[in-house]
């Protein structure tokens, strides 16, 4: 199975990021996409994966947290960074009103520039938004049938936002956020809604570490070892058998990320 959003180069990782990794393929994942949130970190993803080939992989993205520190500059150095074989989409970008920790009009152009750059370069796009729905899709819509390929990440949103996302033809990526017996309510409804052929699964470590694991790890990281429980649960509120839901979230993010092509 592929986690397609890890943060491996995150402080949380510094002091055992090999082991992690190697607890990873012992889990029975073959794939991580590892997310660039802003340039230092892309170059970093794309660094990490070039040592990991056929097993890592990279974004290059700037993410709306980061917006307020984009320029021209930035779309050039992004465009480099995705001409390397380890980079396989555009992002983590799109609009974050939650936090606000750039400010709404950069975010808002930020984002459209990386759409831009994507459309330019063909490749995939790896997205995030909270608390921005309406402007999320409205910067969207126009550059939809100009991308390959668009995935909303770490989706938590209602019903009406995620039918909006699927009229728009994006693939949605669930996290742990399924496993949550308060904050996850909604989403387990919900995830029966995501065609098994735009449905992919991750574990946005070292963040939102499932609630529900058992025996309780000491430590309150998440990693991609915990991928394979993620997915039972996602194949458990959906009515699939475990299997076959692995096997189609593992066919559907390869052809996603076009993996083999990059490797």
Same mark, same amino acid.
């Given at each position: 199975?592929?986690?397609?959003?890890?943060?491996?180069?995150?402080?949380?990782?510094?002091?055992?990021?090999?082991e992690v990794?190697? %607890?990873?393929?012992? &889990?029975?994942?073959?794939?991580?996409?590892?997310?660039?949130?802003?340039?230092?970190?892309?170059?970093?993803?794309?660094?990490y994966?070039?040592?990991?080939?056929?097993?890592?992989?990279?974004?290059?993205?700037?993410?709306?947290?980061?917006? @307020?520190?984009?320029?021209? /500059?930035?779309?050039?150095?992004?465009?480099?960074?995705?001409?390397?074989? /380890?980079?396989?989409?555009?992002?983590?970008?799109?609009?974050?009103?939650?936090?606000?920790?750039?400010?709404?009009?950069?975010?808002?152009?930020?984002?459209?520039?990386?759409l831009?750059?994507?459309?330019?370069?063909?490749l995939?796009?790896?997205?995030?938004?909270?608390?921005?729905?309406?402007?999320?899709?409205?910067?969207? @819509?126009?550059?939809?049938?100009?991308?390959?390929?668009v995935?909303?990440?770490?989706?938590?949103?209602?019903?009406?936002?995620?039918?909006?996302?699927?009229?728009?033809?994006?693939?949605?990526?669930?996290?742990?956020?399924?496993?949550?017996?308060?904050?996850?309510?909604?989403?387990?409804?919900?995830?029966?809604?995501?065609? &098994?052929? %735009?449905?992919?699964?991750?574990?946005?470590?070292?963040?939102?570490?499932?609630?529900?694991?058992?025996? @309780?790890?000491?430590?309150?990281?998440?990693?991609?070892?915990?991928?394979?429980?993620?997915?039972?649960?996602?194949?458990?509120?959906?009515?699939?058998?475990?299997?076959?839901?692995?096997?189609?979230?593992t066919?559907?993010? %390869?052809?996603?990320?076009?993996i083999?092509? @990059?490797?």
């Amino acid at each position: 199975m592929i986690d397609i959003g890890v943060n491996l180069t995150s402080s949380q990782f510094d002091a055992d990021r090999p082991e992690v990794v190697a %607890r990873a393929r012992a &889990a029975g994942v073959t794939a991580l996409i590892l997310t660039g949130t802003n340039l230092e970190e892309s170059r970093a993803v794309a660094d990490y994966a070039a040592g990991q080939p056929g097993f890592c992989h990279a974004t290059a993205g700037i993410h709306p947290h980061d917006a @307020k520190t984009f320029d021209g /500059q930035s779309l050039l150095e992004l465009e480099r960074l995705a001409a390397r074989p /380890q980079v396989v989409a555009i992002g983590e970008c799109g609009l974050d009103y939650n936090r606000d920790f750039s400010p709404r009009p950069q975010q808002d152009a930020a984002f459209a520039a990386q759409l831009e750059l994507a459309a330019g370069l063909q490749l995939p796009v790896f997205m995030h938004c909270r608390d921005a729905h309406p402007r999320f899709i409205e910067i969207l @819509k126009p550059w939809r049938h100009r991308l390959p390929a668009v995935v909303l990440h770490c989706f938590t949103g209602s019903e009406q936002e995620l039918r909006d996302c699927l009229a728009l033809d994006l693939h949605i990526g669930i996290t742990g956020w399924i496993c949550d017996e308060r904050r996850g309510r909604e989403l387990q409804r919900l995830v029966r809604l995501i065609p &098994a052929e %735009r449905l992919m699964i991750e574990t946005d470590s070292p963040y939102l570490i499932p609630r529900d694991l058992s025996p @309780k790890p000491a430590s309150r990281r998440n990693e991609p070892a915990y991928l394979p429980h993620i997915a039972r649960r996602i194949a458990e509120y959906r009515g699939d058998e475990p299997d076959a839901l692995i096997a189609a979230v593992t066919a559907t993010s %390869r052809a996603f990320f076009r993996i083999e092509e @990059k490797s």
